[in-house]
């Protein structure tokens, strides 16, 4: 069946016809008549790119290894379809599959998974292969992945999750060392002049920083160098949140280091410790309105990529 819906000739009003399809669809669960009998499709809305209006088209359905697949194909068009342009300027969208609605993330296929992707799916719909044939471009496959997944899947922790995760742990530790901090400024204020602030306490905050300190470059660097990369790949319209959350690290990376110094250079009994105190509490509020916004903005995405590493508890 492919794509028929989606390029029909313009010997009649297109749009009545498309309309009339999705009606159907919506009327019978999922099921069309005509042409599109026995076929599965499904209604894919989208936000268009330049209108910021809400856009539904009928698609066919296709499932390779239980991921759902369209294919932006236009029939063999030399340019891609309308929709396949919204979701690369966003890629939240709506699906409507038989009798269900959700929403979900819609993926593109880099190559070669495209191209393996592609392969099976000429091995289930022939007609693919011929549109593909008819034109220069190279279609695009894209999956589409549940931002709330179905009861049976609830239980996969992806990379997004994954990411919660770390920014959990992240945020203890961070509490951790502003206590500990608080705790040495309670001392500063009530031991006597000729008794500075107990050694092993502040030797405590330094160790600890060391390790807050490393373990954030860490995280910061892997997204940075791995995590980012891979989005900006398979959802084009997350650019600008990236290139956002790269100057957001660049920031957080010189507040940290700032705190590293005064931490090393602090003495007992010389330092200032609200100085210190002040900055953590910067810090904090930096690194979480920079949580809030990742957690927000890519975690779906993330989950679309896949799991999170088994190997890591």
């Known amino acids: 069946m492919s794509e028929h819906i989606e390029n029909a000739t313009t010997d009649f009003d297109f749009h009545a016809f498309q309309r009339q399809i999705i009606a159907e669809f919506r009327n019978n669960e999922g099921r069309v008549g005509g042409m599109f009998e026995g076929a599965t499709l499904v209604l894919l809305t989208t936000i268009g790119a330049r209108t910021?209006?809400?856009?539904?088209?009928?698609?066919?359905?296709?499932?390779?290894?239980?991921?759902?697949?369209?294919?932006?194909?236009?029939?063999?068009?030399?340019?891609?379809?309308?929709?396949?342009?919204?979701?690369?300027?966003?890629?939240?969208?709506?699906?409507?599959?038989?009798?269900?609605?959700?929403?979900?993330?819609?993926?593109?296929?880099?190559?070669?998974?495209?191209?393996?992707?592609?392969?099976?799916?000429?091995?289930?719909?022939?007609?693919?292969?011929?549109?593909q044939a008819e034109t220069t471009r190279v279609i695009p496959v894209v999956t589409l992945h549940r931002v709330n997944p179905a009861e049976g899947a609830a239980g996969i922790r992806g990379l997004g999750d994954f990411l919660?995760?770390?920014?959990?742990?992240?945020?203890?530790?961070?509490?951790?060392?502003?206590?500990?901090?608080?705790?040495?400024?309670?001392?500063?204020?009530?031991?006597?002049?000729?008794?500075?602030?107990?050694?092993?306490?502040?030797?405590?905050?330094?160790?600890?920083?060391?390790?807050?300190?490393?373990?954030?470059?860490?995280?910061?660097?892997?997204?940075?160098?791995?995590?980012?990369?891979?989005?900006?790949?398979?959802?084009?319209?997350?650019?600008?949140?990236?290139?956002?959350?790269?100057?957001?690290?660049?920031?957080?990376?010189?507040?940290?280091?700032?705190i590293a110094q005064l931490v090393e250079n602090y003495r007992p009994g010389t330092g200032d410790p609200a100085t210190l105190a002040a900055h953590l509490h910067s810090l904090a509020q930096e690194l979480e309105n920079h949580f809030a916004y990742e957690e927000q903005s890519i975690v779906a995405a993330l989950n679309a990529l896949g799991p999170a590493p088994t190997d890591i508890p």
């Open 164 to 258: 919660v995760e770390s920014h959990d742990w992240l945020r203890g530790e961070l509490a951790e060392l502003q206590q500990q901090v608080a705790e040495l400024v309670t001392a500063d204020a009530h031991e006597p002049a000729a008794l500075p602030p107990c050694p092993s306490l502040t030797h405590g905050i330094r160790a600890h920083c060391s390790e807050f300190c490393s373990a954030l470059w860490h995280h910061h660097t892997g997204e940075t160098t791995g995590a980012f990369p891979l989005l900006a790949e398979r959802f084009p319209g997350l650019d600008r949140v990236l290139r956002q959350l790269a100057d957001e690290h660049r920031i957080v990376a010189r507040i940290q280091g700032d």
């Open 52 to 131: 910021g209006r809400q856009h539904t088209c009928p698609l066919a359905y296709l499932e390779v290894d239980e991921q759902a697949i369209v294919v932006a194909s236009a029939n063999g068009a030399p340019t891609h379809p309308a929709w396949y342009h919204n979701i690369r300027a966003n890629p939240m969208v709506t699906v409507e599959l038989g009798a269900e609605t959700f929403p979900a993330i819609a993926a593109i296929a880099p190559t070669p998974e495209r191209d393996r992707l592609f392969e099976r799916i000429v091995d289930m719909e022939p007609g693919f292969g011929d549109y």
